[in-house]
Protein backbone atom coordinates (compact mmCIF):
# COMPACT_ATOMS: atom_id res chain seq x y z
CA UNK A 1 0.00 0.00 0.00
CA UNK A 2 2.96 2.30 0.65
CA UNK A 3 4.31 2.59 -2.69
CA UNK A 4 0.52 2.43 -4.30
CA UNK A 5 0.04 5.65 -2.01
CA UNK A 6 3.42 7.29 -3.37
CA UNK A 7 2.87 6.96 -6.76
CA UNK A 8 -0.93 8.24 -6.31
CA UNK A 9 0.65 11.48 -4.77
CA UNK A 10 2.92 11.49 -7.59
CA UNK A 11 0.88 11.36 -10.39
CA UNK A 12 -1.21 13.87 -8.55
CA UNK A 13 1.59 16.10 -8.40
CA UNK A 14 1.17 16.06 -4.57
CA UNK A 15 5.33 15.21 -4.40
CA UNK A 16 8.11 14.96 -6.77
CA UNK A 17 9.77 11.10 -7.35
CA UNK A 18 12.64 12.58 -5.70
CA UNK A 19 10.28 13.28 -1.96
CA UNK A 20 8.80 9.67 -2.70
CA UNK A 21 12.14 8.08 -2.89
CA UNK A 22 13.59 9.76 0.60
CA UNK A 23 10.43 8.67 2.11
CA UNK A 24 10.73 5.32 1.19
CA UNK A 25 14.38 5.10 2.46
CA UNK A 26 13.12 7.04 5.46
CA UNK A 27 10.52 4.00 6.43
CA UNK A 28 12.72 1.55 5.85
CA UNK A 29 14.59 2.30 8.80
CA UNK A 30 11.78 3.93 11.02
CA UNK A 31 9.44 1.53 10.08
CA UNK A 32 6.53 4.67 9.98
CA UNK A 33 3.94 4.53 7.38
CA UNK A 34 4.59 6.33 4.40
CA UNK A 35 2.05 8.94 5.21
CA UNK A 36 3.67 9.72 8.50
CA UNK A 37 6.75 10.05 6.91
CA UNK A 38 5.70 12.59 4.21
CA UNK A 39 4.25 14.56 7.26
CA UNK A 40 7.02 14.58 8.85
CA UNK A 41 9.30 15.57 6.04
CA UNK A 42 6.98 18.68 5.05
CA UNK A 43 6.10 17.19 1.82
CA UNK A 44 2.41 16.73 2.70
CA UNK A 45 0.93 19.46 4.94
CA UNK A 46 -1.19 17.14 7.44
CA UNK A 47 -3.06 13.93 8.43
CA UNK A 48 -6.00 15.61 7.46
CA UNK A 49 -5.60 16.70 3.95
CA UNK A 50 -3.64 13.05 3.05
CA UNK A 51 -6.59 11.21 4.23
CA UNK A 52 -8.89 13.70 1.85
CA UNK A 53 -6.60 13.01 -1.13
CA UNK A 54 -6.47 8.83 -0.66
CA UNK A 55 -10.82 9.48 -0.22
CA UNK A 56 -10.97 11.11 -4.02
CA UNK A 57 -8.33 8.76 -5.22
CA UNK A 58 -10.68 5.61 -3.82
CA UNK A 59 -13.86 7.52 -4.41
CA UNK A 60 -14.68 7.57 -0.54
CA UNK A 61 -16.43 10.11 1.40
CA UNK A 62 -14.28 11.61 3.59
CA UNK A 63 -14.92 12.77 7.46
CA UNK A 64 -13.92 15.18 10.05
CA UNK A 65 -14.55 13.14 13.59
CA UNK A 66 -13.86 16.47 15.81
CA UNK A 67 -17.17 18.01 13.89
CA UNK A 68 -19.46 15.32 14.53
CA UNK A 69 -20.87 13.68 18.14
CA UNK A 70 -21.35 10.12 17.70
CA UNK A 71 -24.07 8.10 19.29
CA UNK A 72 -22.35 5.92 21.80
CA UNK A 73 -24.74 2.98 20.78
CA UNK A 74 -23.65 2.98 17.37
CA UNK A 75 -20.17 3.19 18.28
CA UNK A 76 -20.46 0.01 21.03
CA UNK A 77 -21.60 -2.37 17.65
CA UNK A 78 -17.96 -3.16 16.55
CA UNK A 79 -16.60 -4.35 19.93
CA UNK A 80 -13.92 -2.37 21.90
CA UNK A 81 -10.62 -4.54 20.75
CA UNK A 82 -11.67 -4.62 16.89
CA UNK A 83 -11.98 -0.95 16.82
CA UNK A 84 -8.57 -0.54 18.56
CA UNK A 85 -6.67 -2.84 16.50
CA UNK A 86 -7.67 -1.93 12.92
CA UNK A 87 -8.39 1.50 13.95
CA UNK A 88 -12.16 1.83 13.23
CA UNK A 89 -14.89 3.10 14.30
CA UNK A 90 -19.00 3.47 13.81
CA UNK A 91 -20.41 6.94 12.91
CA UNK A 92 -23.98 6.08 12.22
CA UNK A 93 -26.72 3.02 11.00
CA UNK A 94 -28.93 3.79 8.06
CA UNK A 95 -31.26 1.18 8.02
CA UNK A 96 -29.48 -2.15 7.70
CA UNK A 97 -25.92 0.22 6.56
CA UNK A 98 -23.29 0.92 9.66
CA UNK A 99 -21.52 3.62 8.72
CA UNK A 100 -18.14 3.48 9.47
CA UNK A 101 -14.58 5.69 9.97
CA UNK A 102 -11.20 4.21 8.65
CA UNK A 103 -8.21 5.44 7.79
CA UNK A 104 -7.05 2.81 5.86
CA UNK A 105 -10.15 1.64 3.31
CA UNK A 106 -8.08 -0.75 1.40
CA UNK A 107 -8.55 -3.32 4.28
CA UNK A 108 -11.19 -5.05 3.03
CA UNK A 109 -10.78 -8.04 5.81
CA UNK A 110 -11.52 -5.41 8.45
CA UNK A 111 -14.68 -4.38 6.86
CA UNK A 112 -15.71 -8.09 6.44
CA UNK A 113 -15.25 -8.95 9.88
CA UNK A 114 -17.14 -5.96 10.97
CA UNK A 115 -20.21 -6.93 8.62
CA UNK A 116 -19.90 -10.19 9.90
CA UNK A 117 -19.74 -8.82 13.36
CA UNK A 118 -22.76 -6.49 12.98
CA UNK A 119 -25.13 -8.15 10.64
CA UNK A 120 -25.08 -4.90 8.76
CA UNK A 121 -24.15 -3.80 5.52
CA UNK A 122 -20.72 -1.54 5.73
CA UNK A 123 -20.19 2.05 4.14
CA UNK A 124 -16.33 3.07 4.87
CA UNK A 125 -15.74 6.95 5.17
CA UNK A 126 -12.03 7.91 5.45
CA UNK A 127 -10.65 9.59 8.37
CA UNK A 128 -7.46 10.17 9.76
CA UNK A 129 -5.43 7.67 11.72
CA UNK A 130 -4.85 10.37 14.65
CA UNK A 131 -9.04 11.26 14.47
CA UNK A 132 -10.16 7.78 15.16
CA UNK A 133 -7.56 6.80 17.86
CA UNK A 134 -8.67 9.70 19.53
CA UNK A 135 -12.72 9.03 19.34
CA UNK A 136 -12.26 5.29 19.78
CA UNK A 137 -10.34 6.74 23.38
CA UNK A 138 -13.24 8.80 23.93
CA UNK A 139 -16.44 6.50 23.12
CA UNK A 140 -14.95 3.14 24.71
CA UNK A 141 -13.64 4.34 27.76
CA UNK A 142 -11.71 2.12 29.86
CA UNK A 143 -13.20 3.44 33.30
CA UNK A 144 -16.43 0.89 32.82
CA UNK A 145 -13.77 -1.78 31.95
CA UNK A 146 -11.79 -0.80 35.24
CA UNK A 147 -14.92 -0.89 37.11
CA UNK A 148 -16.12 -4.65 35.67
CA UNK A 149 -12.51 -6.02 36.91
CA UNK A 150 -12.78 -4.36 40.13
CA UNK A 151 -16.59 -6.39 40.00
CA UNK A 152 -15.18 -9.29 38.90
CA UNK A 153 -12.21 -9.18 41.98
CA UNK A 154 -14.82 -9.08 44.06
CA UNK A 155 -17.19 -11.90 42.93
CA UNK A 156 -14.25 -14.18 42.83
CA UNK A 157 -13.68 -13.15 46.53
CA UNK A 158 -9.68 -12.34 45.84
CA UNK A 159 -7.37 -12.46 48.45
CA UNK A 160 -6.14 -9.56 48.95
CA UNK A 161 -3.16 -7.70 51.22
CA UNK A 162 -4.49 -5.71 53.99
CA UNK A 163 -2.09 -3.02 55.91
CA UNK A 164 -1.27 -4.36 59.47
CA UNK A 165 1.62 -4.64 61.59
CA UNK A 166 2.56 -8.08 60.59
CA UNK A 167 4.42 -7.64 56.89
CA UNK A 168 3.69 -10.63 54.26
CA UNK A 169 6.09 -12.73 52.98
CA UNK A 170 7.69 -12.92 49.02
CA UNK A 171 5.80 -15.54 48.59
CA UNK A 172 2.12 -14.21 49.90
CA UNK A 173 2.55 -11.33 47.59
CA UNK A 174 3.24 -13.37 44.64
CA UNK A 175 0.56 -15.83 45.03
CA UNK A 176 -1.69 -13.09 45.43
CA UNK A 177 -0.98 -10.85 42.85
CA UNK A 178 -1.04 -13.16 40.18
CA UNK A 179 -4.70 -13.27 40.20
CA UNK A 180 -5.85 -12.63 36.62
CA UNK A 181 -8.06 -10.07 37.36
CA UNK A 182 -5.69 -7.65 39.26
CA UNK A 183 -3.25 -8.55 36.48
CA UNK A 184 -5.78 -7.45 33.62
CA UNK A 185 -6.72 -4.16 36.43
CA UNK A 186 -2.86 -3.01 36.32
CA UNK A 187 -2.53 -3.90 33.02
CA UNK A 188 -5.52 -1.57 31.94
CA UNK A 189 -4.33 1.65 33.91
CA UNK A 190 -1.34 1.45 32.27
CA UNK A 191 -3.20 0.86 28.77
CA UNK A 192 -5.43 2.99 29.47
CA UNK A 193 -2.89 6.04 30.08
CA UNK A 194 -0.64 5.35 26.73
CA UNK A 195 -3.72 5.14 24.91
CA UNK A 196 -4.85 8.82 26.42
CA UNK A 197 -0.95 10.08 25.36
CA UNK A 198 -0.53 10.61 29.28
CA UNK A 199 3.26 11.38 30.74
CA UNK A 200 3.13 9.61 33.66
CA UNK A 201 0.46 7.61 35.99
CA UNK A 202 0.56 8.38 40.19
CA UNK A 203 -0.77 5.91 41.97
CA UNK A 204 -1.10 7.00 46.08
CA UNK A 205 -1.79 5.58 49.19
CA UNK A 206 -4.08 7.46 52.07
CA UNK A 207 -5.46 6.48 55.33
CA UNK A 208 -8.70 5.52 53.89
CA UNK A 209 -8.65 5.53 49.95
CA UNK A 210 -6.43 4.89 46.64
CA UNK A 211 -6.01 7.64 44.28
CA UNK A 212 -4.82 6.95 40.14
CA UNK A 213 -3.78 10.06 38.75
CA UNK A 214 -2.82 10.75 34.44
CA UNK A 215 -0.65 13.61 34.19
CA UNK A 216 -2.45 14.36 30.49
CA UNK A 217 -0.92 17.81 28.81
CA UNK A 218 1.27 18.74 31.72
CA UNK A 219 -1.91 18.32 34.39
CA UNK A 220 -2.82 15.52 36.96
CA UNK A 221 -6.14 14.61 36.48
CA UNK A 222 -7.71 12.46 39.07
CA UNK A 223 -9.55 8.95 37.62
CA UNK A 224 -11.93 6.25 38.74
CA UNK A 225 -10.80 5.90 42.58
CA UNK A 226 -9.87 1.91 43.01
CA UNK A 227 -10.85 0.16 46.59
CA UNK A 228 -8.54 0.76 49.10
CA UNK A 229 -8.06 -2.82 50.45
CA UNK A 230 -6.41 -3.95 46.83
CA UNK A 231 -3.49 -0.78 47.46
CA UNK A 232 -0.83 -3.69 48.63
CA UNK A 233 -1.67 -5.67 46.00
CA UNK A 234 -1.25 -3.41 42.91
CA UNK A 235 1.87 -2.34 43.96
CA UNK A 236 3.28 -5.55 44.34
CA UNK A 237 2.38 -6.19 41.18
CA UNK A 238 3.69 -3.03 39.52
CA UNK A 239 7.03 -3.98 41.64
CA UNK A 240 6.73 -7.74 39.89
CA UNK A 241 6.51 -5.97 36.62
CA UNK A 242 9.39 -4.15 37.17
CA UNK A 243 11.81 -6.37 38.73
CA UNK A 244 11.23 -5.15 41.94
CA UNK A 245 11.57 -6.35 45.80
CA UNK A 246 8.30 -6.69 46.64
CA UNK A 247 9.13 -7.56 50.40
CA UNK A 248 10.94 -4.25 50.11
CA UNK A 249 8.52 -1.87 52.03
CA UNK A 250 10.87 0.66 53.89
CA UNK A 251 12.86 2.26 51.11
CA UNK A 252 12.70 3.97 47.58
CA UNK A 253 12.86 1.48 45.03
CA UNK A 254 13.46 2.44 40.83
CA UNK A 255 12.66 -0.04 38.15
CA UNK A 256 11.59 -0.08 34.17
CA UNK A 257 8.69 -1.58 32.55
CA UNK A 258 8.77 -2.49 28.87
CA UNK A 259 5.20 -3.09 27.48
CA UNK A 260 4.20 -3.67 23.99
CA UNK A 261 1.26 -1.12 22.85
CA UNK A 262 -0.44 -1.93 19.36
CA UNK A 263 2.62 -2.26 17.18
CA UNK A 264 5.08 -0.47 19.38
CA UNK A 265 7.45 -0.84 22.47
CA UNK A 266 6.99 1.62 24.97
CA UNK A 267 8.73 1.72 28.02
CA UNK A 268 7.51 2.98 32.15
CA UNK A 269 10.05 4.08 34.41
CA UNK A 270 8.82 3.23 37.82
CA UNK A 271 9.79 4.93 41.17
CA UNK A 272 8.53 3.28 44.25
CA UNK A 273 8.98 5.81 47.31
CA UNK A 274 7.35 4.93 50.93
CA UNK A 275 5.02 7.10 52.86
CA UNK A 276 3.49 7.39 56.00
CA UNK A 277 0.27 5.30 54.57
CA UNK A 278 1.52 2.93 52.22
CA UNK A 279 3.99 3.21 48.87
CA UNK A 280 3.37 5.58 46.42
CA UNK A 281 3.85 4.49 42.98
CA UNK A 282 4.75 6.95 39.75
CA UNK A 283 5.40 5.38 36.15
CA UNK A 284 6.63 7.95 33.86
CA UNK A 285 5.65 6.52 30.52
CA UNK A 286 8.09 7.20 27.34
CA UNK A 287 6.02 6.28 24.38
CA UNK A 288 8.05 6.84 21.36
CA UNK A 289 4.81 8.27 19.38
CA UNK A 290 3.97 10.92 21.90
CA UNK A 291 7.81 12.53 21.53
CA UNK A 292 7.87 14.88 18.81
CA UNK A 293 11.27 15.52 17.65
CA UNK A 294 10.89 18.07 14.65
CA UNK A 295 12.02 21.45 15.07
CA UNK A 296 9.27 23.36 13.15
CA UNK A 297 6.78 21.45 15.15
CA UNK A 298 8.00 22.41 18.30
CA UNK A 299 6.39 25.82 18.71
CA UNK A 300 9.15 28.10 17.59
CA UNK A 301 8.69 31.47 15.90
CA UNK A 302 10.32 32.05 12.61
CA UNK A 303 13.01 33.84 13.84
CA UNK A 304 13.34 32.26 17.20
CA UNK A 305 14.24 29.17 14.79
CA UNK A 306 16.85 30.64 12.66
CA UNK A 307 18.42 31.41 15.25
CA UNK A 308 18.55 27.83 17.25
CA UNK A 309 19.13 26.16 13.84
CA UNK A 310 21.91 28.21 12.96
CA UNK A 311 23.39 27.44 16.39
CA UNK A 312 23.05 24.31 16.57
CA UNK A 313 25.29 23.63 13.15
CA UNK A 314 28.23 25.44 14.66
CA UNK A 315 31.17 23.77 14.32
CA UNK A 316 32.05 24.32 18.01
CA UNK A 317 30.87 25.63 21.50
CA UNK A 318 27.96 25.05 24.50
CA UNK A 319 24.32 25.47 23.65
CA UNK A 320 22.31 25.09 27.17
CA UNK A 321 18.18 25.01 27.18
CA UNK A 322 17.26 25.53 30.52
CA UNK A 323 14.12 25.70 32.18
CA UNK A 324 12.04 23.57 35.18
CA UNK A 325 11.23 20.06 34.91
CA UNK A 326 8.23 19.00 32.57
CA UNK A 327 9.19 22.13 30.10
CA UNK A 328 10.38 19.79 27.37
CA UNK A 329 13.95 20.31 27.21
CA UNK A 330 15.03 16.99 26.81
CA UNK A 331 12.53 16.66 23.70
CA UNK A 332 14.17 19.88 22.35
CA UNK A 333 17.79 18.38 22.03
CA UNK A 334 17.01 15.80 20.59
CA UNK A 335 15.19 17.49 17.97
CA UNK A 336 18.42 19.04 17.45
CA UNK A 337 20.30 16.07 17.92
CA UNK A 338 17.82 14.70 15.38
CA UNK A 339 18.64 17.30 12.51
CA UNK A 340 22.29 17.03 12.77
CA UNK A 341 22.39 13.42 13.23
CA UNK A 342 24.49 12.32 10.08
CA UNK A 343 27.16 9.47 9.63
CA UNK A 344 30.14 12.31 9.29
CA UNK A 345 29.12 13.30 12.97
CA UNK A 346 29.96 11.72 15.96
CA UNK A 347 27.48 12.49 18.48
CA UNK A 348 27.53 10.76 22.65
CA UNK A 349 25.05 11.89 25.18
CA UNK A 350 24.83 11.47 29.21
CA UNK A 351 21.75 10.80 30.14
CA UNK A 352 19.44 10.67 33.39
CA UNK A 353 17.74 8.43 31.97
CA UNK A 354 18.19 7.37 28.37
CA UNK A 355 14.11 8.38 27.59
CA UNK A 356 14.30 7.17 23.68
CA UNK A 357 16.95 5.57 21.80
CA UNK A 358 18.12 7.00 18.60
CA UNK A 359 20.09 5.13 15.63
CA UNK A 360 23.17 6.85 15.02
CA UNK A 361 23.74 8.45 18.40
CA UNK A 362 25.66 6.66 21.44
CA UNK A 363 23.83 6.91 24.54
CA UNK A 364 25.09 6.58 28.04
CA UNK A 365 23.14 5.84 30.65
CA UNK A 366 24.35 7.91 33.66
CA UNK A 367 24.44 5.43 37.32
CA UNK A 368 25.61 7.41 40.14
CA UNK A 369 25.15 4.89 42.44
CA UNK A 370 28.40 2.98 40.90
CA UNK A 371 30.53 6.19 39.83
CA UNK A 372 28.73 7.09 36.50
CA UNK A 373 28.23 10.20 37.30
CA UNK A 374 27.65 13.28 34.31
CA UNK A 375 31.04 14.29 34.77
CA UNK A 376 32.98 10.59 34.45
CA UNK A 377 31.11 10.10 31.35
CA UNK A 378 32.07 13.13 29.94
CA UNK A 379 35.56 12.95 30.60
CA UNK A 380 35.01 9.23 28.80
CA UNK A 381 33.78 10.56 26.09
CA UNK A 382 36.51 13.13 25.21
CA UNK A 383 38.38 9.40 24.82
CA UNK A 384 36.33 8.96 22.41
CA UNK A 385 36.68 11.25 19.32
CA UNK A 386 32.88 12.59 19.36
CA UNK A 387 31.97 15.67 17.51
CA UNK A 388 29.18 16.74 19.49
CA UNK A 389 28.27 16.17 23.40
CA UNK A 390 24.93 16.09 25.16
CA UNK A 391 25.33 16.32 28.74
CA UNK A 392 21.47 15.51 30.23
CA UNK A 393 22.03 18.35 32.92
CA UNK A 394 25.02 20.42 34.28
CA UNK A 395 24.38 19.92 37.88
CA UNK A 396 27.73 20.71 39.58
CA UNK A 397 31.02 23.01 39.02
CA UNK A 398 32.65 19.76 37.74
CA UNK A 399 30.27 18.38 35.16
CA UNK A 400 30.18 22.16 34.38
CA UNK A 401 33.95 22.81 34.02
CA UNK A 402 34.30 19.65 31.76
CA UNK A 403 31.18 20.81 29.31
CA UNK A 404 33.55 24.18 28.93
CA UNK A 405 36.81 22.85 28.94
CA UNK A 406 35.21 20.29 26.07
CA UNK A 407 33.78 23.28 24.11
CA UNK A 408 36.72 24.97 24.10
CA UNK A 409 38.60 22.28 22.54
CA UNK A 410 36.61 21.79 19.12
CA UNK A 411 33.31 20.06 20.67
CA UNK A 412 29.66 20.92 20.25
CA UNK A 413 28.10 20.57 23.69
CA UNK A 414 23.98 20.93 24.22
CA UNK A 415 23.09 20.37 28.31
CA UNK A 416 20.18 21.90 30.49
CA UNK A 417 20.04 23.91 33.65
CA UNK A 418 17.40 25.02 35.74
CA UNK A 419 16.91 28.50 35.31
CA UNK A 420 13.86 30.95 35.07
CA UNK A 421 14.96 32.84 32.28
CA UNK A 422 18.40 32.69 29.54
CA UNK A 423 20.12 35.67 30.78
CA UNK A 424 20.52 34.04 34.25
CA UNK A 425 22.00 31.12 33.33
CA UNK A 426 24.82 33.54 32.89
CA UNK A 427 25.04 33.81 36.88
CA UNK A 428 24.29 30.62 37.58
CA UNK A 429 27.46 29.12 35.85
CA UNK A 430 29.51 31.78 37.30
CA UNK A 431 28.33 30.68 40.54
CA UNK A 432 29.57 27.19 39.64
CA UNK A 433 32.78 28.69 39.70
CA UNK A 434 33.60 29.20 36.09
CA UNK A 435 35.17 32.31 35.18
CA UNK A 436 33.24 35.25 32.85
CA UNK A 437 35.76 34.53 30.60
CA UNK A 438 35.50 31.30 29.62
CA UNK A 439 31.33 31.87 29.74
CA UNK A 440 31.90 34.25 27.26
CA UNK A 441 34.17 32.12 25.04
CA UNK A 442 32.28 29.24 25.18
CA UNK A 443 28.78 29.67 25.19
CA UNK A 444 27.31 30.43 22.11
CA UNK A 445 23.29 30.16 22.83
CA UNK A 446 20.85 30.12 25.21
CA UNK A 447 17.65 29.40 25.40
CA UNK A 448 14.53 29.36 28.10
CA UNK A 449 11.74 27.34 27.44
CA UNK A 450 8.13 26.46 28.78
CA UNK A 451 5.02 24.60 27.45
CA UNK A 452 1.64 26.00 27.20
CA UNK A 453 -1.68 24.19 26.69
CA UNK A 454 -3.37 24.29 23.32
CA UNK A 455 -7.34 25.32 23.17
CA UNK A 456 -9.15 22.34 22.14
CA UNK A 457 -10.34 23.22 18.04
CA UNK A 458 -13.38 20.69 18.71
CA UNK A 459 -14.70 23.34 21.59
CA UNK A 460 -13.15 26.64 20.60
CA UNK A 461 -15.23 29.79 21.39
CA UNK A 462 -14.21 33.34 22.02
CA UNK A 463 -14.28 34.51 25.63
CA UNK A 464 -14.88 37.46 27.22
CA UNK A 465 -12.06 39.02 29.17
CA UNK A 466 -11.56 42.55 30.00
CA UNK A 467 -8.95 44.89 28.86
CA UNK A 468 -7.77 45.27 31.72
CA UNK A 469 -6.69 41.96 32.06
CA UNK A 470 -5.05 41.75 28.62
CA UNK A 471 -2.89 45.57 29.60
CA UNK A 472 -1.54 43.78 33.15
CA UNK A 473 -0.05 40.77 30.41
CA UNK A 474 1.69 43.06 28.51
CA UNK A 475 -0.12 44.00 25.64
CA UNK A 476 -0.76 47.80 24.38
CA UNK A 477 -4.32 49.01 23.92
CA UNK A 478 -3.58 49.17 20.28
CA UNK A 479 -3.23 45.17 19.97
CA UNK A 480 -6.45 45.08 22.44
CA UNK A 481 -8.66 46.96 20.37
CA UNK A 482 -9.22 44.43 17.81
CA UNK A 483 -7.92 41.02 19.59
CA UNK A 484 -10.04 38.18 19.72
CA UNK A 485 -8.80 35.75 22.88
CA UNK A 486 -10.42 32.43 23.16
CA UNK A 487 -11.03 29.61 25.02
CA UNK A 488 -12.04 25.71 25.76
CA UNK A 489 -15.58 25.12 26.22
CA UNK A 490 -14.91 21.55 27.23
CA UNK A 491 -16.10 18.38 25.26
CA UNK A 492 -15.45 15.20 25.07
CA UNK A 493 -13.17 14.71 22.54
CA UNK A 494 -10.96 16.77 25.33
CA UNK A 495 -12.02 15.09 28.09
CA UNK A 496 -14.30 18.11 29.10
CA UNK A 497 -10.54 20.28 29.72
CA UNK A 498 -10.63 22.48 27.07
CA UNK A 499 -7.30 21.85 26.11
CA UNK A 500 -5.55 19.33 23.60
CA UNK A 501 -1.62 18.70 23.06
CA UNK A 502 0.90 21.36 24.11
CA UNK A 503 3.41 23.47 22.14
CA UNK A 504 6.68 25.27 23.40
CA UNK A 505 6.82 29.22 24.12
CA UNK A 506 11.25 30.10 23.66
CA UNK A 507 13.06 33.05 24.47
CA UNK A 508 16.31 32.41 22.42
CA UNK A 509 19.52 34.68 23.53
CA UNK A 510 22.32 34.43 20.82
CA UNK A 511 25.65 35.28 22.86
CA UNK A 512 27.01 38.29 20.24
CA UNK A 513 29.96 40.01 20.41
CA UNK A 514 28.47 42.45 22.46
CA UNK A 515 26.84 40.06 25.08
CA UNK A 516 30.00 38.70 25.55
CA UNK A 517 31.34 42.20 26.11
CA UNK A 518 28.92 42.51 28.88
CA UNK A 519 29.41 38.93 30.57
CA UNK A 520 33.28 39.85 30.85
CA UNK A 521 32.70 43.79 32.03
CA UNK A 522 30.63 41.40 34.81
CA UNK A 523 26.99 43.14 33.81
CA UNK A 524 23.92 42.05 35.10
CA UNK A 525 22.09 39.56 34.28
CA UNK A 526 18.37 42.52 34.07
CA UNK A 527 21.48 44.60 31.97
CA UNK A 528 22.39 41.29 29.35
CA UNK A 529 18.72 41.49 29.75
CA UNK A 530 17.38 44.57 28.38
CA UNK A 531 20.17 44.72 25.81
CA UNK A 532 19.62 40.99 24.46
CA UNK A 533 15.21 42.43 23.75
CA UNK A 534 17.35 45.84 21.98
CA UNK A 535 18.64 43.19 19.75
CA UNK A 536 15.11 41.83 19.69
CA UNK A 537 15.12 38.44 21.89
CA UNK A 538 11.11 37.20 22.82
CA UNK A 539 11.07 36.97 26.30
CA UNK A 540 8.81 34.23 27.33
CA UNK A 541 6.13 36.38 28.20
CA UNK A 542 5.93 37.91 24.50
CA UNK A 543 6.40 34.82 23.11
CA UNK A 544 3.65 33.40 25.20
CA UNK A 545 1.22 36.42 23.83
CA UNK A 546 2.18 35.47 20.47
CA UNK A 547 0.58 32.30 20.79
CA UNK A 548 -2.48 34.15 22.80
CA UNK A 549 -3.29 36.51 19.71
CA UNK A 550 -2.99 33.06 17.05
CA UNK A 551 -5.73 31.80 19.32
CA UNK A 552 -3.75 29.05 20.29
CA UNK A 553 -3.54 29.11 23.99
CA UNK A 554 -5.52 31.04 26.70
CA UNK A 555 -4.90 33.48 29.22
CA UNK A 556 -4.74 31.15 32.05
CA UNK A 557 -1.49 29.79 30.51
CA UNK A 558 -0.06 32.44 29.74
CA UNK A 559 -0.61 33.78 33.60
CA UNK A 560 0.46 30.37 34.45
CA UNK A 561 3.74 29.10 33.10
CA UNK A 562 5.47 33.03 32.13
CA UNK A 563 5.78 36.08 34.59
Not at 220 to 246: G, H, N, Q
Amino acid sequence: MSRELGEMLVRAGKITQEQLAQALDQQKETKEKLGEVLIRMGAISDEEDLSTFVGRQLNIGGLRLADIELNPEVVKMIPPDIARKFNVIAISKLGKTLIVAISDPNNIYVLDAIKFITGCAVQPVISPEKAIQKAIDTYYQDTAGIDQILKGLKEEGLEVIEESDDVPTEQDLRSQVQDKPLVKLVDSIIADAIRRGCSDIHIESYEKRIRVRYREDGNLMEMSPLPFKYRAAIISRVKIMADLDISERRLPQDGRIKVKFGDRAVDLRVSILPTIFGEKVVMRILDPRSVNVDLTKLGFSENSLEEFSQAIHLPYGMILVTGPTGSGKTTTLYSALKQINTTNINIMTAEDPVEFNFEGINQVAVKSDIGLTFAAGLRSFLRQDPDVIMVGEIRDGETAEIAVRAALTGHLVFSTLHTNDAPTTIDRLVDMDIPAYLVASCVKLIMAQRMVRKICVSCKQEANVPPGTLETLGLLPSEIKNLKVYQGKGCPACNSTGYSGRTGVFEVMPVTPEIERMILSKASSAEIRDYAIGEGMLTLRVAALEKLKKGITTVEEVLAVTA
